[in-house]
C-alpha cells in the first residue's frame, strides 16, 4: 500500500536558482509491504547493496558508500530475526509457517525536491527525522535496518538539467510487533490475582499491528480504513512538527479527482511495478545462477573425496601404493584436465571476443539512442504533430512506391508488345526516306 503527501512549493512559477523547474507541490510517498521469511532475502540484497549486478541501471555502485545507515544490520534479517526470538525480545507463537513476519516502509520524495534545497546533505537532514518518525511508529527495538539510496540517478532529471542527480529515498526494514498481555485464570490459587496481567509478550503479527479502524471522513461517512492509512496524517504531523514546514497534508479518505495527483499515482504505481519486475528477474537470476553452482560443485565435491582416498602409502617410504583401477582413474583425470585447460583458453579467447562485441554493440546503441533524441523528446512534447507528420510522410513514400509501380508495369506491357509484333519493331527501327527536292518554277512554265 502507498499513501500520498503532498508538500507546497513556494515558488509557483519558473524555475529557482539552481535551474529546476518547479511544480506546484511536491510530493512524498509512503509505502508499506509485507514479507514472509523466504522473500525478504532479496529485499535484503537491494537494501544493503549485496549483489554484484542489479538489473536497475540507473543503480551506480561506486556511489554505494555514500549510502546512509541510520541503523545497520550486524547480521542477516534472517539471522537477526532468529537472535531475537532466542533471546526472548519478539515471539511468533501462533503464527503460520507462511505468515508475513518482515515489514517495509519506503520514504519517497520527487527527486526536484531535494535538489532544490541542497540536495545530499539536505536529504541526509530529512531522512534523520524520518527516521525518527520511524522509531515512533513502530517502536526503535524492532527496527532491524534503515538506510538511505543515494546511488540512484534520476536519467531524466539528469539530462534537463545538464549534471548529474540522484534520487533520494529512505528503506526501513522492521518487524511488526505488538504488546500481548497475558491474564492470570481463574486456575490460580491466589483469586486476588485473577484477570491481572501475568506477563506481556512481544507478539509478531502484522493483522493486529496494522488492524481495520472506524473513522469519518469529510462528509461524515464512517469507514473501516487500515490502521497505516492513518500514516499520511502522522507523518504530516511529525514532520511539520520538526520545522519542515513546506509540507501540506492531502485529505484523508477523499474520493475527490484531481487529474494532477491522479496521474501521479499513476506513475508511481509504475515504478513500484518496475521495481517488482526488477526484483523478480533478479531472483530468478540468483536462483539459477545458485542451481547451476549447485550442480557443478556437487560432482566435484565427490570427485575430490574419491581422489583423496585413492593410494596407500608405504610405510618405510614416500611412495604410494595404487592398484590398477586407482592408476587408470587418476590417469584418466589428469588427461581430462589437460583436455579442460585447453578448452577454458579457448573458452576465455571466446569470451574475450564476444565481450568486445557486446561493447561495441552497447556503443552502437548510445549512438543511436542519441540520435533518436530529438524525435525522443518531440514524442514527449508534440505527440499529436509528430504522428501526424510521420502518417504524412508514410502516405506521400506509399504514393511513390505506386507510381513507380505503375511506370514499371507500364514499360513492360510496352516490351511486351514490341516483342509480339516483329514487323512493328522493323518499321519503327527503319531509316527515314530520303526527302524529295522541289521542281523548279521555269521547268513547270515551260
Same mark, same amino acid.
Given at each position: 500500500?502507498?499513501?500520498?503527501?503532498?508538500?507546497?512549493?513556494?515558488?509557483?512559477?519558473?524555475?529557482?536558482?539552481?535551474?529546476?523547474?518547479?511544480?506546484?507541490?511536491?510530493?512524498?510517498?509512503?509505502?508499506?509491504?509485507?514479507?514472509?521469511?523466504?522473500?525478504?532475502?532479496?529485499?535484503?540484497?537491494?537494501?544493503?547493496?549485496?549483489?554484484?549486478?542489479?538489473?536497475?541501471?540507473?543503480?551506480e555502485p561506486e556511489r554505494?558508500?555514500?549510502?546512509?545507515?541510520?541503523?545497520?544490520?550486524?547480521?542477516?534479517?534472517?539471522?537477526?530475526?532468529?537472535?531475537?526470538?532466542?533471546?526472548?525480545?519478539?515471539?511468533?507463537?501462533?503464527?503460520?509457517?507462511?505468515?508475513?513476519?518482515?515489514?517495509?516502509?519506503?520514504?519517497?520524495?520527487?527527486?526536484?525536491?531535494?535538489?532544490?534545497?541542497?540536495?545530499?546533505?539536505?536529504?541526509?537532514?530529512?531522512?534523520?527525522?524520518?527516521?525518527?518518525?520511524?522509531? *515512533?511508529?513502530?517502536?526503535?527495538?524492532?527496527?532491524?535496518?534503515?538506510?538511505?539510496?543515494?546511488?540512484?540517478?534520476?536519467?531524466?532529471?539528469?539530462?534537463?538539467?545538464? *549534471?548529474?542527480?540522484?534520487?533520494?529515498?529512505?528503506?526501513?526494514?522492521?518487524?511488526?510487533?505488538?504488546?500481548?498481555?497475558?491474564?492470570?485464570?481463574?486456575?490460580?490459587?491466589?483469586?486476588?490475582?485473577?484477570? *491481572?496481567? *501475568?506477563?506481556?509478550?512481544?507478539?509478531?503479527?502484522?493483522?493486529?499491528?496494522?488492524?481495520? $479502524?472506524?473513522?469519518?471522513?469529510?462528509?461524515?461517512?464512517?469507514?473501516?480504513?487500515?490502521?497505516?492509512?492513518?500514516?499520511?496524517?502522522?507523518?504530516?504531523?511529525?514532520?511539520?512538527?520538526?520545522?519542515?514546514?513546506?509540507?501540506?497534508?492531502?485529505?484523508?479518505?477523499?474520493?475527490?479527482?484531481?487529474?494532477?495527483?491522479?496521474?501521479?499515482?499513476?506513475?508511481?504505481?509504475?515504478?513500484?511495478?518496475?521495481?517488482?519486475? @526488477?526484483?523478480?528477474?533478479?531472483?530468478?537470476?540468483?536462483?539459477?545462477?545458485?542451481?547451476?553452482?549447485?550442480? $557443478?560443485?556437487?560432482?566435484?565435491?565427490?570427485?575430490?573425496?574419491?581422489?583423496?582416498?585413492?593410494?596407500?602409502?608405504?610405510?618405510?617410504?614416500?611412495k604410494v601404493e595404487l592398484?590398477?583401477?586407482?592408476?587408470?582413474?587418476?590417469?584418466?583425470?589428469?588427461?581430462?584436465?589437460?583436455?579442460? $585447460?585447453?578448452?577454458?583458453?579457448?573458452?576465455?579467447?571466446?569470451?574475450?571476443?564476444?565481450?568486445?562485441?557486446?561493447?561495441?554493440?552497447?556503443? @552502437?546503441?548510445?549512438?543511436?539512442?542519441?540520435? @533518436?533524441?530529438?524525435?525522443?523528446?518531440?514524442?514527449?512534447?508534440?505527440?499529436?504533430?509528430?504522428?501526424?507528420?510521420?502518417?504524412?510522410?508514410?502516405?506521400?513514400?506509399?504514393? @511513390?512506391?505506386?507510381? $513507380?509501380?505503375?511506370?514499371?508495369?507500364?514499360?513492360?506491357?510496352?516490351?511486351?508488345?514490341?516483342?509480339?509484333?516483329?514487323?512493328?519493331?522493323?518499321?519503327?527501327?527503319?531509316?527515314?526516306?530520303?526527302?524529295?527536292?522541289?521542281?523548279?518554277?521555269?521547268?513547270?512554265?515551260?
Amino acid at each position: 500500500m502507498q499513501y500520498n503527501c503532498i508538500c507546497k512549493n513556494h515558488l509557483r512559477n519558473g524555475g529557482d536558482a539552481n535551474g529546476v523547474e518547479t511544480e506546484k507541490v511536491d510530493r512524498t510517498v509512503v509505502r508499506n509491504q509485507s514479507y514472509k521469511r523466504g522473500g525478504i532475502g532479496i529485499r535484503e540484497r537491494h537494501n544493503e547493496r549485496k549483489n554484484e549486478h542489479y538489473a536497475n541501471p540507473d543503480i551506480e555502485p561506486e556511489r554505494s558508500p555514500l549510502n546512509v545507515h541510520f541503523r545497520r544490520c550486524d547480521a542477516t534479517y534472517e539471522q537477526k530475526l532468529a537472535q531475537m526470538l532466542e533471546a526472548g525480545e519478539v515471539s511468533t507463537r501462533g503464527l503460520k509457517e507462511d505468515a508475513k513476519i518482515f515489514e517495509e516502509m519506503v520514504f519517497d520524495v520527487n527527486t526536484a525536491y531535494f535538489e532544490r534545497h541542497g540536495g545530499y546533505d539536505y536529504a541526509k537532514a530529512f531522512f534523520g527525522e524520518v527516521f525518527r518518525f520511524a522509531e *515512533k511508529e513502530v517502536g526503535s527495538p524492532y527496527i532491524l535496518s534503515a538506510v538511505m539510496h543515494a546511488d540512484e540517478r534520476n536519467k531524466g532529471l539528469s539530462e534537463k538539467l545538464g *549534471k548529474d542527480v540522484y534520487h533520494y529515498h529512505l528503506h526501513v526494514i522492521y518487524l511488526p510487533v505488538v504488546d500481548k498481555e497475558v491474564k492470570w485464570s481463574k486456575r490460580c490459587r491466589d483469586p486476588t490475582l485473577v484477570g *491481572k496481567t *501475568k506477563d506481556v509478550i512481544h507478539q509478531i503479527s502484522h493483522s493486529k499491528k496494522w488492524a481495520f $479502524q472506524d473513522t469519518v471522513n469529510e462528509k461524515g461517512e464512517t469507514r473501516r480504513m487500515a490502521s497505516y492509512s492513518l500514516l499520511q496524517t502522522r507523518f504530516f504531523n511529525h514532520m511539520r512538527d520538526a520545522g519542515f514546514t513546506d509540507f501540506e497534508r492531502g485529505v484523508e479518505g477523499s474520493t475527490a479527482e484531481h487529474q494532477e495527483i491522479a496521474e501521479y499515482k499513476v506513475s508511481q504505481e509504475r515504478v513500484r511495478l518496475k521495481e517488482i519486475r @526488477a526484483d523478480t528477474l533478479e531472483s530468478e537470476m540468483w536462483l539459477d545462477e545458485l542451481k547451476d553452482r549447485i550442480r $557443478q560443485v556437487e560432482p566435484m565435491y565427490r570427485g575430490i573425496v574419491e581422489v583423496e582416498k585413492m593410494g596407500k602409502k608405504k610405510r618405510f617410504s614416500d611412495k604410494v601404493e595404487l592398484t590398477a583401477a586407482e592408476f587408470e582413474k587418476l590417469t584418466s583425470l589428469a588427461k581430462f584436465a589437460y583436455k579442460a $585447460q585447453h578448452t577454458i583458453e579457448d573458452l576465455s579467447t571466446q569470451l574475450r571476443g564476444w565481450r568486445e562485441k557486446y561493447f561495441d554493440m552497447k556503443s @552502437a546503441f548510445e549512438r543511436l539512442q542519441e540520435k @533518436a533524441q530529438p524525435f525522443i523528446e518531440a514524442m514527449r512534447e508534440v505527440p499529436e504533430t509528430v504522428i501526424s507528420f510521420l502518417l504524412e510522410v508514410v502516405q506521400k513514400a506509399k504514393e @511513390a512506391r505506386e507510381q $513507380q509501380r505503375i511506370e514499371s508495369q507500364r514499360a513492360k506491357e510496352m516490351s511486351k508488345l514490341r516483342a509480339e509484333s516483329p514487323w512493328r519493331v522493323r518499321i519503327d527501327n527503319a531509316p527515314e526516306p530520303p526527302k524529295q527536292k522541289p521542281k523548279s518554277r521555269d521547268r513547270d512554265a515551260r
